[in-house]
Protein backbone atom coordinates (compact mmCIF):
# COMPACT_ATOMS: atom_id res chain seq x y z
CA UNK A 1 0.00 0.00 0.00
CA UNK A 2 1.17 3.24 -0.95
CA UNK A 3 2.27 5.10 1.96
CA UNK A 4 -0.54 7.96 1.32
CA UNK A 5 -3.48 5.91 1.48
CA UNK A 6 -2.99 5.26 5.11
CA UNK A 7 -6.23 6.01 7.01
CA UNK A 8 -5.35 6.51 10.22
CA UNK A 9 -8.52 4.63 11.66
CA UNK A 10 -6.79 1.35 10.13
CA UNK A 11 -3.28 1.39 12.37
CA UNK A 12 -3.88 -0.70 15.53
CA UNK A 13 -2.46 2.63 17.73
CA UNK A 14 -6.14 4.00 16.47
CA UNK A 15 -8.28 0.98 18.04
CA UNK A 16 -6.03 1.16 21.37
CA UNK A 17 -6.44 4.93 21.93
CA UNK A 18 -10.53 4.23 21.09
CA UNK A 19 -10.85 2.06 23.75
CA UNK A 20 -8.35 4.33 26.14
CA UNK A 21 -10.74 7.06 25.73
CA UNK A 22 -13.49 4.66 26.65
CA UNK A 23 -12.00 3.60 30.23
CA UNK A 24 -10.62 7.37 30.75
CA UNK A 25 -13.72 9.38 31.23
CA UNK A 26 -13.09 8.81 35.32
CA UNK A 27 -9.64 9.78 35.24
CA UNK A 28 -8.90 13.31 36.36
CA UNK A 29 -5.26 14.78 35.97
CA UNK A 30 -4.99 15.66 39.28
CA UNK A 31 -5.11 12.25 39.78
CA UNK A 32 -2.10 11.82 37.60
CA UNK A 33 0.21 13.87 39.46
CA UNK A 34 -0.61 12.57 42.45
CA UNK A 35 0.53 8.74 41.67
CA UNK A 36 3.36 10.55 39.72
CA UNK A 37 5.50 13.73 41.65
CA UNK A 38 7.71 13.89 38.79
CA UNK A 39 4.90 14.18 36.02
CA UNK A 40 5.42 17.88 35.58
CA UNK A 41 9.00 17.74 34.54
CA UNK A 42 8.64 14.23 32.63
CA UNK A 43 5.81 15.57 30.58
CA UNK A 44 7.73 18.68 29.41
CA UNK A 45 9.46 20.09 26.72
CA UNK A 46 12.58 22.41 26.64
CA UNK A 47 14.33 23.36 23.09
CA UNK A 48 15.83 26.93 21.99
CA UNK A 49 13.97 29.98 24.09
CA UNK A 50 10.87 27.57 24.12
CA UNK A 51 9.80 25.94 27.31
CA UNK A 52 6.84 23.55 26.79
CA UNK A 53 4.30 22.61 29.86
CA UNK A 54 2.00 19.34 28.81
CA UNK A 55 1.40 17.84 31.93
CA UNK A 56 -1.96 19.36 32.28
CA UNK A 57 -3.58 17.03 29.54
CA UNK A 58 -6.52 14.17 30.06
CA UNK A 59 -3.13 11.55 29.42
CA UNK A 60 -1.11 8.80 31.12
CA UNK A 61 1.96 7.25 30.04
CA UNK A 62 -0.24 4.37 28.32
CA UNK A 63 -2.46 6.98 26.39
CA UNK A 64 0.81 9.13 25.36
CA UNK A 65 2.31 5.86 24.35
CA UNK A 66 -0.47 4.61 22.30
CA UNK A 67 -0.36 8.64 20.81
CA UNK A 68 3.80 8.13 19.87
CA UNK A 69 3.01 4.73 17.90
CA UNK A 70 0.18 6.42 16.12
CA UNK A 71 2.38 8.65 14.82
CA UNK A 72 5.38 5.99 13.82
CA UNK A 73 2.39 3.57 12.28
CA UNK A 74 1.38 6.67 10.24
CA UNK A 75 2.46 8.09 7.08
CA UNK A 76 4.13 11.09 9.02
CA UNK A 77 7.90 10.32 8.74
CA UNK A 78 7.53 9.44 5.01
CA UNK A 79 5.51 13.04 4.52
CA UNK A 80 8.50 14.95 6.90
CA UNK A 81 10.75 13.06 4.10
CA UNK A 82 8.87 14.41 1.40
CA UNK A 83 8.11 18.35 2.21
CA UNK A 84 11.92 18.74 3.27
CA UNK A 85 12.84 16.51 0.04
CA UNK A 86 10.76 19.13 -2.44
CA UNK A 87 7.89 16.56 -3.32
CA UNK A 88 5.16 17.92 -4.40
CA UNK A 89 3.00 16.82 -1.53
CA UNK A 90 0.43 19.28 -2.29
CA UNK A 91 -1.24 16.80 -4.45
CA UNK A 92 -3.95 19.09 -5.94
CA UNK A 93 -2.01 21.53 -7.37
CA UNK A 94 1.26 19.10 -8.12
CA UNK A 95 3.63 21.71 -5.92
CA UNK A 96 6.34 21.13 -3.60
CA UNK A 97 6.06 22.57 -0.29
CA UNK A 98 8.64 24.47 0.70
CA UNK A 99 8.23 27.27 3.06
CA UNK A 100 11.36 25.76 4.92
CA UNK A 101 13.68 26.86 2.24
CA UNK A 102 13.17 30.47 2.81
CA UNK A 103 14.39 30.30 6.08
CA UNK A 104 17.17 27.54 5.27
CA UNK A 105 21.09 28.01 4.64
CA UNK A 106 23.34 26.36 1.63
CA UNK A 107 24.50 23.65 3.64
CA UNK A 108 20.54 22.33 3.82
CA UNK A 109 20.38 21.92 0.20
CA UNK A 110 16.87 22.31 -0.34
CA UNK A 111 15.86 21.15 -3.54
CA UNK A 112 12.47 21.37 -6.03
CA UNK A 113 12.73 19.07 -8.78
CA UNK A 114 16.41 18.25 -8.88
CA UNK A 115 17.10 21.91 -8.89
CA UNK A 116 18.87 24.12 -5.36
CA UNK A 117 16.70 26.81 -4.49
CA UNK A 118 18.52 28.59 -1.97
CA UNK A 119 20.28 31.06 -4.97
CA UNK A 120 16.26 32.01 -5.35
CA UNK A 121 15.44 32.13 -1.79
CA UNK A 122 19.41 34.69 -1.44
CA UNK A 123 18.52 36.88 -4.27
CA UNK A 124 15.08 37.72 -2.89
CA UNK A 125 16.05 38.63 0.50
CA UNK A 126 18.71 40.68 -0.84
CA UNK A 127 16.46 42.79 -3.58
CA UNK A 128 14.41 42.94 0.10
CA UNK A 129 17.27 43.83 1.80
CA UNK A 130 18.03 46.88 -0.67
CA UNK A 131 14.61 48.01 -0.47
CA UNK A 132 14.35 47.94 3.26
CA UNK A 133 17.01 49.72 3.77
CA UNK A 134 16.32 52.74 1.10
CA UNK A 135 13.04 52.93 2.74
CA UNK A 136 14.20 52.88 6.80
CA UNK A 137 17.21 55.36 5.87
CA UNK A 138 14.91 57.74 4.46
CA UNK A 139 16.52 57.48 0.60
CA UNK A 140 13.35 55.81 -0.97
CA UNK A 141 11.93 59.10 -2.48
CA UNK A 142 8.30 59.62 -3.52
CA UNK A 143 7.05 61.22 -7.13
CA UNK A 144 7.81 64.53 -5.22
CA UNK A 145 11.10 64.10 -4.09
CA UNK A 146 10.11 63.55 -0.53
CA UNK A 147 11.10 60.51 1.41
CA UNK A 148 8.73 57.74 2.44
CA UNK A 149 7.07 58.14 6.25
CA UNK A 150 3.99 55.79 5.65
CA UNK A 151 3.56 52.45 4.46
CA UNK A 152 0.47 50.51 3.30
CA UNK A 153 0.74 46.98 2.88
CA UNK A 154 -2.59 45.87 0.88
CA UNK A 155 -3.41 42.23 0.67
CA UNK A 156 -5.29 39.60 2.30
CA UNK A 157 -5.28 36.13 3.97
CA UNK A 158 -1.54 35.31 3.64
CA UNK A 159 -0.54 38.54 2.22
CA UNK A 160 -1.79 40.54 5.47
CA UNK A 161 -2.20 38.61 8.77
CA UNK A 162 1.03 37.19 8.77
CA UNK A 163 3.16 40.79 8.44
CA UNK A 164 0.54 42.22 10.25
CA UNK A 165 0.90 39.90 13.07
CA UNK A 166 4.35 39.79 13.17
CA UNK A 167 4.81 43.98 13.51
CA UNK A 168 2.68 44.11 15.55
CA UNK A 169 4.13 41.59 18.23
CA UNK A 170 7.68 43.09 17.19
CA UNK A 171 6.75 46.55 17.71
CA UNK A 172 9.59 47.26 19.91
CA UNK A 173 12.01 46.72 17.34
CA UNK A 174 10.24 48.77 14.72
CA UNK A 175 11.46 52.15 12.94
CA UNK A 176 10.70 54.88 15.18
CA UNK A 177 9.82 57.58 11.93
CA UNK A 178 7.96 54.96 9.74
CA UNK A 179 4.61 53.66 10.31
CA UNK A 180 2.89 50.24 8.80
CA UNK A 181 -0.18 50.52 7.66
CA UNK A 182 -2.18 46.85 6.80
CA UNK A 183 -5.17 47.12 4.47
CA UNK A 184 -7.39 43.48 4.01
CA UNK A 185 -10.44 43.99 4.04
CA UNK A 186 -12.43 45.34 0.93
CA UNK A 187 -14.83 47.44 3.17
CA UNK A 188 -13.77 50.47 2.19
CA UNK A 189 -13.88 51.87 5.93
CA UNK A 190 -10.60 49.97 6.10
CA UNK A 191 -8.79 51.66 3.15
CA UNK A 192 -10.98 54.80 2.80
CA UNK A 193 -9.83 55.32 6.72
CA UNK A 194 -6.34 54.47 6.28
CA UNK A 195 -5.95 56.75 3.84
CA UNK A 196 -7.34 59.61 5.58
CA UNK A 197 -4.37 59.11 7.59
CA UNK A 198 -1.60 59.86 5.67
CA UNK A 199 0.10 61.92 3.01
CA UNK A 200 0.18 60.36 -0.78
CA UNK A 201 3.99 62.61 -0.91
CA UNK A 202 5.43 60.12 1.67
CA UNK A 203 3.12 57.23 1.27
CA UNK A 204 5.10 53.78 -0.19
CA UNK A 205 2.26 50.69 -0.89
CA UNK A 206 3.08 47.29 -1.32
CA UNK A 207 1.20 45.24 -2.90
CA UNK A 208 1.03 41.58 -1.76
CA UNK A 209 -0.72 38.98 -3.86
CA UNK A 210 0.77 35.53 -4.49
CA UNK A 211 -0.89 35.63 -8.09
CA UNK A 212 -1.98 39.20 -8.40
CA UNK A 213 -5.20 38.61 -9.26
CA UNK A 214 -6.68 38.47 -5.73
CA UNK A 215 -10.12 40.48 -6.26
CA UNK A 216 -10.58 42.68 -2.58
CA UNK A 217 -6.54 42.82 -2.57
CA UNK A 218 -7.05 44.77 -6.69
CA UNK A 219 -9.84 46.53 -5.58
CA UNK A 220 -8.48 48.12 -3.00
CA UNK A 221 -5.03 49.08 -4.73
CA UNK A 222 -7.36 50.56 -7.30
CA UNK A 223 -9.12 53.02 -5.12
CA UNK A 224 -5.67 53.54 -3.60
CA UNK A 225 -4.44 54.64 -7.08
CA UNK A 226 -7.92 56.67 -7.84
CA UNK A 227 -6.26 58.79 -3.98
CA UNK A 228 -3.15 59.28 -6.07
CA UNK A 229 -4.57 60.78 -9.04
CA UNK A 230 -6.96 62.68 -7.15
CA UNK A 231 -4.43 64.15 -4.67
CA UNK A 232 -1.33 64.52 -6.63
CA UNK A 233 -2.63 63.97 -10.18
CA UNK A 234 -0.91 60.70 -10.69
CA UNK A 235 -2.60 59.08 -13.70
CA UNK A 236 -0.78 56.25 -13.40
CA UNK A 237 0.61 55.87 -9.90
CA UNK A 238 1.11 51.90 -9.54
CA UNK A 239 4.19 52.83 -11.85
CA UNK A 240 6.05 55.04 -9.85
CA UNK A 241 8.24 55.21 -6.70
CA UNK A 242 4.84 55.05 -4.99
CA UNK A 243 4.17 51.12 -5.28
CA UNK A 244 5.57 48.13 -5.57
CA UNK A 245 4.61 44.69 -5.69
CA UNK A 246 4.99 41.15 -4.43
CA UNK A 247 4.22 38.25 -6.02
CA UNK A 248 4.69 34.63 -7.25
CA UNK A 249 3.23 35.98 -10.99
CA UNK A 250 5.59 38.47 -11.93
CA UNK A 251 3.69 38.77 -15.65
CA UNK A 252 0.27 40.24 -14.12
CA UNK A 253 2.20 42.60 -11.74
CA UNK A 254 3.62 44.27 -14.59
CA UNK A 255 0.17 44.11 -17.19
CA UNK A 256 -1.26 46.06 -13.74
CA UNK A 257 1.47 48.50 -14.68
CA UNK A 258 4.04 48.04 -12.04
CA UNK A 259 7.51 48.98 -12.62
CA UNK A 260 9.30 45.41 -13.40
CA UNK A 261 12.52 46.95 -11.02
CA UNK A 262 9.67 47.48 -8.06
CA UNK A 263 8.70 43.90 -8.35
CA UNK A 264 9.38 41.29 -5.60
CA UNK A 265 8.83 37.46 -6.26
CA UNK A 266 8.83 34.60 -4.40
CA UNK A 267 7.96 31.01 -5.75
CA UNK A 268 5.00 29.12 -6.62
CA UNK A 269 6.01 26.48 -3.86
CA UNK A 270 4.78 29.05 -1.12
CA UNK A 271 1.30 28.92 0.14
CA UNK A 272 -0.09 31.85 1.11
CA UNK A 273 -0.42 30.98 4.55
CA UNK A 274 3.68 30.29 4.94
CA UNK A 275 4.47 33.39 3.19
CA UNK A 276 5.27 35.69 5.91
CA UNK A 277 9.28 34.02 5.69
CA UNK A 278 9.21 35.11 1.85
CA UNK A 279 9.18 38.81 -0.31
CA UNK A 280 5.68 38.84 1.41
CA UNK A 281 7.28 40.02 4.44
CA UNK A 282 8.95 42.88 3.15
CA UNK A 283 6.52 45.20 5.32
CA UNK A 284 8.04 43.21 8.27
CA UNK A 285 11.84 44.28 7.55
CA UNK A 286 10.61 47.56 6.64
CA UNK A 287 9.52 47.72 9.95
CA UNK A 288 12.03 46.16 11.94
CA UNK A 289 14.70 45.77 9.76
CA UNK A 290 16.39 42.72 7.92
CA UNK A 291 18.70 42.19 10.23
CA UNK A 292 16.11 41.04 12.64
CA UNK A 293 13.80 39.45 9.83
CA UNK A 294 16.74 37.16 9.10
CA UNK A 295 16.85 36.48 13.28
CA UNK A 296 13.38 35.95 12.75
CA UNK A 297 14.31 33.51 9.72
CA UNK A 298 16.68 31.54 12.05
CA UNK A 299 14.70 30.98 14.63
CA UNK A 300 11.81 28.97 12.62
CA UNK A 301 15.07 26.74 10.79
CA UNK A 302 16.09 26.05 14.17
CA UNK A 303 12.35 24.64 14.93
CA UNK A 304 12.69 22.99 11.33
CA UNK A 305 15.45 21.69 12.61
CA UNK A 306 14.11 20.16 15.76
CA UNK A 307 11.33 19.01 13.94
CA UNK A 308 13.42 16.53 11.88
CA UNK A 309 15.84 15.11 14.18
CA UNK A 310 14.09 14.50 17.48
CA UNK A 311 12.48 12.23 17.93
CA UNK A 312 8.71 11.76 18.71
CA UNK A 313 8.45 11.73 22.16
CA UNK A 314 10.81 14.58 22.89
CA UNK A 315 9.68 16.48 19.71
CA UNK A 316 7.78 19.51 20.54
CA UNK A 317 5.46 19.53 17.39
CA UNK A 318 4.79 16.16 17.44
CA UNK A 319 4.03 16.42 20.96
CA UNK A 320 1.45 19.40 20.43
CA UNK A 321 0.16 17.79 17.37
CA UNK A 322 -0.75 14.17 18.78
CA UNK A 323 -2.73 15.81 22.22
CA UNK A 324 -4.39 17.71 19.57
CA UNK A 325 -5.31 14.55 17.76
CA UNK A 326 -6.55 13.24 21.61
CA UNK A 327 -9.38 16.04 22.23
CA UNK A 328 -10.41 15.59 18.70
CA UNK A 329 -10.64 12.19 17.65
CA UNK A 330 -11.20 10.46 20.75
CA UNK A 331 -12.21 12.74 23.44
CA UNK A 332 -14.78 14.72 20.72
CA UNK A 333 -13.58 18.24 21.48
CA UNK A 334 -14.75 20.36 18.39
CA UNK A 335 -12.57 23.75 19.50
CA UNK A 336 -9.37 24.49 20.80
CA UNK A 337 -8.43 27.91 22.10
CA UNK A 338 -5.14 30.02 21.91
CA UNK A 339 -4.60 32.38 25.06
CA UNK A 340 -1.60 34.52 24.69
CA UNK A 341 -0.68 36.83 28.12
CA UNK A 342 0.91 39.50 25.86
CA UNK A 343 -0.84 42.13 24.54
CA UNK A 344 1.52 42.05 21.33
CA UNK A 345 0.31 39.00 20.49
CA UNK A 346 -2.82 39.90 20.05
CA UNK A 347 -3.20 38.69 16.28
CA UNK A 348 -1.87 35.06 17.04
CA UNK A 349 -5.15 33.38 17.89
CA UNK A 350 -6.06 35.30 14.36
CA UNK A 351 -3.64 34.04 12.63
CA UNK A 352 -3.12 30.73 14.02
CA UNK A 353 -7.37 30.38 12.89
CA UNK A 354 -6.15 30.45 9.41
CA UNK A 355 -2.91 28.17 10.03
CA UNK A 356 -5.01 25.34 11.57
CA UNK A 357 -7.95 25.88 9.47
CA UNK A 358 -7.61 26.46 6.17
CA UNK A 359 -5.09 23.89 5.92
CA UNK A 360 -6.76 20.68 8.07
CA UNK A 361 -10.43 22.12 6.85
CA UNK A 362 -10.81 19.15 5.26
CA UNK A 363 -12.87 16.23 4.67
CA UNK A 364 -11.51 14.02 2.45
CA UNK A 365 -8.50 12.41 1.92
CA UNK A 366 -5.71 12.96 0.02
CA UNK A 367 -6.48 10.56 -2.03
CA UNK A 368 -10.20 12.12 -2.32
CA UNK A 369 -11.82 9.42 -0.45
CA UNK A 370 -14.68 10.98 2.32
CA UNK A 371 -13.35 10.93 5.61
CA UNK A 372 -15.31 9.02 8.52
CA UNK A 373 -13.49 11.24 11.24
CA UNK A 374 -12.89 14.83 12.55
CA UNK A 375 -9.87 16.38 11.50
CA UNK A 376 -9.08 20.08 11.72
CA UNK A 377 -10.59 21.61 15.15
CA UNK A 378 -12.61 25.11 15.48
CA UNK A 379 -9.42 27.46 16.81
CA UNK A 380 -10.07 30.81 18.32
CA UNK A 381 -9.43 32.68 21.68
CA UNK A 382 -7.62 36.20 23.04
CA UNK A 383 -5.72 37.54 24.75
CA UNK A 384 -5.51 36.65 28.89
CA UNK A 385 -6.64 38.89 31.07
CA UNK A 386 -9.27 40.03 28.76
CA UNK A 387 -10.43 36.22 28.23
CA UNK A 388 -10.66 36.17 31.69
CA UNK A 389 -13.73 38.60 31.76
CA UNK A 390 -15.27 37.24 28.87
CA UNK A 391 -15.68 33.77 27.67
CA UNK A 392 -13.24 32.24 30.82
CA UNK A 393 -16.57 31.56 32.22
CA UNK A 394 -17.34 28.64 29.66
CA UNK A 395 -13.86 27.83 29.92
CA UNK A 396 -14.18 26.95 33.46
CA UNK A 397 -17.94 26.22 33.94
CA UNK A 398 -19.46 25.44 30.68
CA UNK A 399 -20.52 21.84 29.34
CA UNK A 400 -18.00 22.21 26.52
CA UNK A 401 -14.66 20.35 26.59
CA UNK A 402 -12.04 22.56 25.22
CA UNK A 403 -8.50 22.21 25.60
CA UNK A 404 -6.31 25.19 25.65
CA UNK A 405 -3.18 26.32 24.88
CA UNK A 406 -1.71 29.57 27.31
CA UNK A 407 1.02 31.17 25.78
CA UNK A 408 3.15 33.64 27.80
CA UNK A 409 6.89 35.49 28.07
CA UNK A 410 8.78 35.20 30.76
CA UNK A 411 10.91 37.98 30.56
CA UNK A 412 9.16 41.32 29.74
CA UNK A 413 11.42 44.48 29.29
CA UNK A 414 8.35 46.60 27.78
CA UNK A 415 6.42 45.72 30.84
CA UNK A 416 7.12 47.04 34.64
CA UNK A 417 8.01 44.41 37.37
CA UNK A 418 4.19 44.67 38.62
CA UNK A 419 2.12 44.26 35.77
CA UNK A 420 4.56 41.72 34.75
CA UNK A 421 4.01 39.69 37.92
CA UNK A 422 0.41 40.04 37.64
CA UNK A 423 0.18 39.09 34.26
CA UNK A 424 1.90 36.26 34.40
CA UNK A 425 0.34 35.15 38.16
CA UNK A 426 -2.92 35.55 36.08
CA UNK A 427 -2.10 32.77 33.22
CA UNK A 428 -0.58 30.48 35.52
CA UNK A 429 -3.88 30.61 38.14
CA UNK A 430 -6.30 29.91 35.24
CA UNK A 431 -3.95 26.83 34.41
CA UNK A 432 -4.46 25.57 37.76
CA UNK A 433 -7.68 26.66 38.33
CA UNK A 434 -9.20 24.73 34.90
CA UNK A 435 -7.04 21.82 35.80
CA UNK A 436 -7.93 21.05 39.73
CA UNK A 437 -11.32 23.03 40.16
CA UNK A 438 -13.38 23.50 43.16
CA UNK A 439 -15.76 20.74 44.39
CA UNK A 440 -15.33 20.76 48.25
CA UNK A 441 -18.20 20.22 50.58
CA UNK A 442 -20.77 22.55 51.23
CA UNK A 443 -20.13 24.48 48.49
CA UNK A 444 -23.28 26.15 46.84
CA UNK A 445 -23.81 24.62 43.51
CA UNK A 446 -22.59 27.60 41.50
CA UNK A 447 -19.44 27.88 42.90
CA UNK A 448 -18.35 24.78 42.01
CA UNK A 449 -15.66 24.12 39.40
CA UNK A 450 -15.55 20.86 38.35
CA UNK A 451 -11.71 21.23 36.93
CA UNK A 452 -10.24 18.05 35.26
CA UNK A 453 -10.13 20.50 32.07
CA UNK A 454 -6.78 20.10 29.85
CA UNK A 455 -4.41 22.97 29.34
CA UNK A 456 -1.18 23.39 27.57
CA UNK A 457 1.37 25.76 28.77
CA UNK A 458 4.11 27.35 26.32
CA UNK A 459 6.58 29.64 27.84
CA UNK A 460 8.65 32.28 25.42
CA UNK A 461 12.15 33.68 27.26
CA UNK A 462 11.70 36.53 25.63
CA UNK A 463 9.76 38.08 22.64
CA UNK A 464 12.58 38.76 20.57
CA UNK A 465 12.59 37.64 16.50
CA UNK A 466 14.41 34.55 16.78
CA UNK A 467 11.79 33.17 19.43
CA UNK A 468 8.81 34.87 17.31
CA UNK A 469 10.55 32.83 14.14
CA UNK A 470 10.78 29.33 16.36
CA UNK A 471 6.96 29.83 17.96
CA UNK A 472 5.47 30.48 14.38
CA UNK A 473 7.07 27.19 12.61
CA UNK A 474 6.02 25.11 15.99
CA UNK A 475 2.56 26.02 15.24
CA UNK A 476 3.28 25.07 11.11
CA UNK A 477 4.41 21.59 11.85
CA UNK A 478 2.28 21.01 14.62
CA UNK A 479 -0.74 21.41 11.74
CA UNK A 480 1.68 19.76 9.35
CA UNK A 481 2.10 16.34 12.11
CA UNK A 482 -1.98 16.48 12.30
CA UNK A 483 -2.63 16.46 8.52
CA UNK A 484 -0.38 13.79 7.90
CA UNK A 485 -2.21 11.75 10.40
CA UNK A 486 -5.09 12.44 9.31
CA UNK A 487 -3.93 11.30 5.89
CA UNK A 488 -5.05 15.02 3.91
CA UNK A 489 -3.47 17.49 1.99
CA UNK A 490 -2.56 20.91 4.66
CA UNK A 491 -1.85 22.42 1.32
CA UNK A 492 -4.31 23.68 -0.33
CA UNK A 493 -7.64 25.64 0.14
CA UNK A 494 -10.17 24.37 -2.45
CA UNK A 495 -12.92 25.03 -0.22
CA UNK A 496 -12.76 29.15 -0.29
CA UNK A 497 -13.00 28.75 -4.10
CA UNK A 498 -17.34 28.28 -4.51
CA UNK A 499 -18.01 31.63 -2.64
CA UNK A 500 -15.29 33.47 -4.86
CA UNK A 501 -16.96 32.50 -7.60
CA UNK A 502 -20.29 32.51 -6.82
CA UNK A 503 -19.65 36.47 -5.52
CA UNK A 504 -17.86 37.21 -8.74
CA UNK A 505 -21.40 36.37 -10.62
CA UNK A 506 -23.32 38.46 -8.53
CA UNK A 507 -21.89 41.31 -10.48
CA UNK A 508 -21.50 39.78 -13.82
CA UNK A 509 -23.58 40.92 -16.41
CA UNK A 510 -25.11 36.98 -16.30
CA UNK A 511 -26.46 37.74 -12.95
CA UNK A 512 -27.96 40.97 -14.02
CA UNK A 513 -29.73 38.72 -17.23
CA UNK A 514 -31.41 36.28 -15.13
CA UNK A 515 -28.18 34.31 -13.70
CA UNK A 516 -30.26 31.07 -11.60
CA UNK A 517 -29.90 31.76 -7.62
CA UNK A 518 -31.21 29.60 -4.78
CA UNK A 519 -34.62 31.39 -3.88
CA UNK A 520 -33.11 32.57 -0.44
CA UNK A 521 -30.06 34.41 -2.29
CA UNK A 522 -32.27 35.80 -4.80
CA UNK A 523 -34.44 37.16 -2.67
CA UNK A 524 -31.65 39.05 -1.01
CA UNK A 525 -30.08 40.45 -4.03
CA UNK A 526 -33.49 41.42 -4.72
CA UNK A 527 -34.01 43.43 -1.53
CA UNK A 528 -30.58 44.56 -1.42
CA UNK A 529 -31.18 45.86 -5.35
CA UNK A 530 -34.15 47.33 -4.82
CA UNK A 531 -32.92 49.35 -1.54
CA UNK A 532 -30.05 50.99 -3.35
CA UNK A 533 -29.57 49.48 -6.97
CA UNK A 534 -26.13 47.99 -6.42
CA UNK A 535 -26.35 45.54 -9.09
CA UNK A 536 -27.59 47.84 -11.63
Excluded at 306 to 328: A, C, D, R, S
Excluded at 375 to 396: C, D, E, M, R, S
Excluded at 433 to 462: C, F, H
Excluded at 479 to 497: H, L, M, Y
Aim: proline share 4%; hydrophobic share 40%.
Amino acid sequence: MNQLDISPTSLPAWTELENLADSSSDCSISSFFNKDPDRASRFSLQYDGLFLDYSKNRVDDLIMHSLLSLAEQSSLQSRIVAMFSGQPINTTENKAVLHTALRGRPEDDFRQSGMAVHGLVAEALAKMAEISEQVREGKWLGSTGKMITDVINIGIGGSDLGPRMVCEALGQYAHPQLVLHFVSDVDATEILGTLKKVDPETTLVIVSSKGFTTQETLLNTRTTLGWFKEKLGLPHAQATSHFIAVTAHRANAEAFGIHPSRILEFQDWVGGRYSLWSSIGLAISICIGQRNFEAMLDGAREMDQHFQTMPYEKNMPVILGLLGIWYNNFLHAETTAIIPYCERLNLLPAYLQQLDMESNGKSVSILGKSLRYATAPIVWGQTGTNGQHAFFQLLHQGSHLVPTDFIAIVRDTLSPTEHHRFLLSSMLAQGAALMTGQTEENTPPYKIYPGNKPSNTLLVDELTPHNLGSLIALYEHKVFVQGSIWNINSFDQWGVELGKHIASSLISEKTKKGCQLDPSTKQLYDFINQKNGLFE
